[in-house]
């Protein structure tokens, strides 16, 4: 276990890189969402893919073929999600683009909480909850349109009020690919940055998990914030992994001594 000296001194590298480097970009995963009490996707025993086979529920196949076992597990996640708040991780996110320290977050992150938190400058490449649309006819509805419509349809499925489809969330699923102006757009930061923060994210789900290498490539630096093990850790100027919480405001501390 590392010293509180040891991780002090990592915050202070770490508020150096960011004092120092730009553009400064952070590419945020489920770990940043956890301390607001939503369970990550693989953490041994609590991760939600623990629980459920994501093929057979959030996978887009799953959506067409039996959309009324999709919305069982996506109908209790929405619920889930509409009652989260931010947590001190966002905060201290928006607070580094307060002070322009920080230029813009990518996230994984489906959960609306960056933009709650006051980002502005936001990517989000695997889609929000903020929407539902009707893959037939392309009509959008808000998330309160759509829990109303799960009440009140027998089977569960929420539909389109335009052509009776079943709606989908604006979500990225399995065996579907990335919106192509997200990810060209996260693709552009990372190239350019002059230091990438990984916050939150195992970094294996590609094509989000290439992105470091673009920072690498272009001559910037990539610091990693997160627990557990990440297929990069050993190429990481700066490598924290306690609490995003802690981690963070240990950052904005370092900042504030210098």
Same mark, same amino acid.
């Given at each position: 276990m590392r010293s509180?000296?040891?991780?002090? +001194?990592?915050?202070?590298?770490?508020?150096?890189?960011? =004092?120092?480097? =730009?553009?400064? #970009?952070?590419?945020?995963?489920?770990g940043v969402s956890v301390p607001s009490g939503i369970p990550d996707f693989r953490s041994p025993g609590t991760g939600l893919w623990q629980q459920v086979d994501p093929m057979e529920v959030a996978h887009i196949d799953a959506f067409h073929s039996d959309p009324a076992r999709f919305w069982g597990f996506y109908g209790a996640r929405f619920a889930t999600l509409s009652s989260k708040v931010p947590n001190r991780a966002h905060q201290a996110l928006a607070e580094l683009e307060r002070r322009g320290l920080l230029d813009? *977050? !990518?996230?994984q992150n489906v959960d609306m909480l960056h933009r709650k938190a006051g980002t502005?400058?936001?990517?989000? #490449?695997?889609g929000s909850i903020a929407s539902c649309s009707c893959p037939a006819c392309g009509r959008a509805v808000t998330p309160d349109? *759509?829990?109303?419509?799960?009440?009140?349809?027998? @089977?569960? #499925?929420?539909?389109c009020d335009r052509c009776a489809g079943p709606l989908k969330p604006d979500v990225v699923l399995f065996g579907e690919l990335l919106p192509e102006e997200a990810l060209r757009r996260a693709q552009e930061l990372c190239e350019r940055a002059g230091l990438l923060l990984c916050i939150g994210s195992s970094l294996e789900v590609y094509p989000v998990a290439g992105l470091p290498a673009l920072t690498l490539a272009g001559g910037g630096a990539v610091a990693i914030i997160?627990?557990?093990?990440?297929? !990069?850790?050993? $190429?990481? +100027?700066?490598?924290?992994?306690?609490? #995003? *919480? @802690?981690?963070?405001?240990?950052?904005?501390?370092? $900042?504030e001594d210098a």
């Open positions: 509180r000296l040891a991780l002090r +001194s990592e915050h202070v590298r770490l508020a150096e890189l960011v =004092r120092d480097a =730009r553009p400064v #970009v952070a590419l945020t995963g489920a813009a *977050v !990518i996230t502005r400058e936001l990517v989000e #490449v695997h349109q *759509v829990r109303e419509r799960l009440r009140a349809e027998p @089977d569960g #499925v929420p539909r997160t627990q557990g093990p990440t297929p !990069i850790d050993e $190429l990481a +100027s700066v490598r924290l992994g306690g609490d #995003v *919480v @802690d981690e963070l405001q240990g950052l904005l501390g370092a $900042l």
